[in-house]
């Protein structure tokens, strides 16, 4: 069966680095767009950032722009989120996603928690 | 950017209730809306995508409706396991937005 594990969360100081891992089974992935999503403590969801199935297409949410970058290894079923000069509005559950028809976002993994703070 | 706009925010129903959620874009998204479910310290699920497919093994109490603008998620009969955070999605362009969410409580 589908399954995206997340990985890579933590507690880091504002302007660190941290690179979030997506470890996708039971499917071909290069067969699926991906997407990262976020929800801040007790908020919305956020979509943060989208790579189409051959990562040739890669869209990001303005609030990220410039610091974040999307990539997968199809190779690995991995989809990968390298976040740079972090602040503490990135504070979040990080949650990575398969993407279907209609880009609807089918499958998610259970999410993995970046805190920011000094 | 579109913007999605959900109401109510928060709804307060019984078991056995008919429910209708809202969800507004602030332009045309033809049918590229999508609604998902959460419950408290879980991740989404998708339940319904363009607009009104059921995903597969979603129940059929759940409906959606809705072009272009305007949008509706519909529980015909409320159950338990119902009581959860909805939101909506755009996926007509990037950035995919949300809606903020709505919360369904029991009264």
């Known amino acids: 069966q589908v399954n995206l594990v997340e990985s890579g969360g933590g507690l880091v100081k504002p302007g660190a680095s941290l690179r979030l891992s997506c470890a996708a089974s039971?499917?071909?992935?290069?067969?699926?767009?991906m997407s990262w999503i976020r929800q801040a403590p007790g908020k919305g969801l956020e979509w943060v950032s989208y790579?189409?199935?051959?990562?040739?297409?890669?869209f990001y949410a303005d609030s990220v722009k410039g610091r974040f970058t999307i990539s997968r290894d199809n190779t690995k079923n991995s989809l990968y989120l390298q976040m740079n000069s972090l602040r503490a509005e990135d504070t979040a559950v990080y949650y990575c996603?398969?993407?279907?028809?209609?880009?609807?976002?089918?499958?998610w993994g259970q999410g993995t928690l970046v805190t920011v703070s000094s | 950017d579109i913007q999605m706009t959900q109401s109510p925010s928060s709804l307060s129903a019984s078991v056995g209730d008919r429910v209708t959620i809202t969800c507004r874009a602030s332009?045309?998204?033809?049918?590229?809306l999508n609604w998902y479910q959460q419950r408290p310290g879980r991740a989404p699920k998708l339940l319904v995508y363009?607009?009104?497919s059921l995903r597969g093994g979603v129940p059929s109490r759940f409906s959606g409706g809705g072009s272009g603008t305007d949008f509706t998620l519909t529980i015909s009969s409320l159950q338990p396991e119902d009581f959860a955070t909805y939101s909506c999605?755009?996926?007509?362009?990037?950035?995919?937005?949300f809606g903020q969410g709505t919360k369904l409580e029991i009264k």
């Open positions: 999605q755009q996926s007509f362009g990037t950035p995919y937005t």
């Open positions: 039971g499917f071909t992935s290069s067969d699926y767009h």
């Open positions: 790579i189409e199935s051959s990562g040739d297409t890669i």
């Open positions: 363009g607009a009104s």
């Open positions: 332009q045309n998204i033809n049918t590229f």
């Open positions: 996603a398969r993407g279907r028809s209609w880009n609807a976002l089918d499958f």
